[in-house]
Each structure stands twice: as structure tokens, then as C-alpha cells.
């Protein structure tokens, strides 16, 4: 777990612009799969594969990364897979968006819990040297006292 979410840090650590490649890179990709090996859909499930680019994007790339891919998903739905044209079409729309909304908090939480596992870190760091120092150092315990 730790070297999973160490990697999401080197990742979200990059500049924006490649962060945001990452979102676009994700949707065409998300979109080409449904586009292509589950063209017997039709214009059923059309988010179906779109949800893992969202994720990914968000995860990795943070939640301007996110949302950009947010975006850019049903756009591309709309023009490459099925326009919407029913309420059926806006309801898996909306629903399309609340789940996006869900991996949103999800990110943020591991977001949250780097930081929690980083700041942890230096706290052990900095007892460590404080007692390597009193150790080494006798006098030192006349200071703190």
C-alpha cells in the first residue's frame, strides 16, 4: 500500500500540463475501448469504460486532472458513442457525474492520507536525530532539562 500510494505522489508531484496529458490520455483511451471492442453495446452503457479514465485521471493526475477528464468524457460520448437524446440519456448522465463526484472524495482522502503518512515520517525522522543526539551528546541532557 505504501509503494501505491508513494507512486500516486511522484505522479501528482509532476507539472500540471503533464498531469492533464495524463486526463486527455486516459479518456481517448477509455473512449477507444468502448468505441472498439464493446461496439455491440450499441448506445447502451455508453460511461461504462469511461469511469476507469476518471479514476485514473483523478488518482494520479489530482482533481483538476479530474475533472478535466470529467469533462472531456461525456463530451466525447456524446460525439463518438451516442448523443444524448432521452431522459434515459440525462439520468446515466447524472449518474455518470455522481460517481465521478464519489471518486472526487475518494482521491482527496488518499490525497489526505499521503500527507498524514508524510508528515508521520518526519515526526520519526526528527525524534530519531533528537535521540541520536542525546545519545552521543551527555551535555545535551542539560540543556533540555
Not at 453495446?41 to 476507469?52: P, R
Not at 470529467?70 to 447524472?94: C, E, N
Not at 508528515?119 to 525522522?125: L, P, V
Request: charged share 15%; glycine share 6%.
Amino acid at each position: 500500500m505504501a509503494l501505491l500510494l508513494e507512486f500516486v505522489a511522484v505522479c501528482q508531484a509532476k507539472p500540471l500540463a503533464w498531469r492533464l496529458m495524463l486526463a486527455v490520455a486516459a479518456v481517448f483511451v477509455a473512449v477507444a475501448v468502448r468505441v472498439v471492442f464493446l461496439e455491440a453495446l450499441g448506445g447502451h452503457h455508453v460511461y461504462v469504460t469511461l469511469h476507469a479514465a476518471v479514476a485514473i485521471a483523478t488518482l494520479l493526475g489530482g482533481l483538476g486532472a479530474g475533472f478535466l477528464a470529467t469533462i472531456m468524457a461525456p463530451t466525447l460520448a456524446h460525439f463518438l458513442i451516442k448523443p444524448l437524446s432521452t431522459g434515459g440519456d440525462l439520468l446515466a448522465l447524472a449518474a455518470f457525474l455522481l460517481s465521478c463526484l464519489v471518486l472526487f472524495v475518494m482521491a482527496e482522502a488518499v490525497r489526505m492520507a499521503q500527507l498524514r503518512v508524510a508528515a508521520a515520517d518526519r515526526a520519526r525522522e526528527r525524534q530519531e536525530r533528537m535521540g541520536y543526539f542525546i545519545d552521543r551528546v551527555p551535555a545535551a541532557i542539560a540543556i533540555f532539562d
